[in-house]
């Protein structure tokens, strides 16, 4: 069984920072990509940042410079530090995995159960 346990999530006013942390565990042959999703409320689920095990890094036009993703590939771990929070970034925060439980066969994306982060005054 593969787990995705996340945490960080909470309350801040804008302006403000908080950092997400998601931790990969089970049977797992590769970690392909990491990420983080989100989705508020009448929107669909999108993404906010994703990092590959080599490093390569994409963000959603919305967060560029101000949110960062980093993996630590030992622990299966990766982080989204999120500063100068905005109300609009209010939503359920999503951790992705696309990975590998063999060494051959099909590559699969697992989910974190989501973690809820609201930027309200």
């Known amino acids: 069984q593969v787990q995705l346990v996340e945490s960080g999530g909470g309350l801040v006013q804008p302006g403000g920072s908080l950092t997400l942390s998601c931790a990969a565990s089970?049977?797992?042959?590769?970690?392909?990509?990491m990420g983080w999703y989100r989705q508020a409320p009448g929107k669909q689920r999108e993404l906010v940042a994703g990092i590959s095990s080599g490093g390569s890094t994409n963000y959603a036009d919305s967060v560029k410079g101000r949110f960062t993703i980093s993996r630590d590939n030992a622990k299966n771990t990766v982080y989204l530090q999120m500063n100068s929070l905005k109300p609009e970034d209010t939503a359920v925060y999503y951790c992705n995995a696309r990975l590998r439980i063999y060494n051959v066969g099909p590559i699969n994306d697992y989910w974190g159960q989501g973690t809820q982060v609201t930027v309200s005054s």
């Open positions: 089970g049977s797992i042959f590769s970690i392909y990509s």
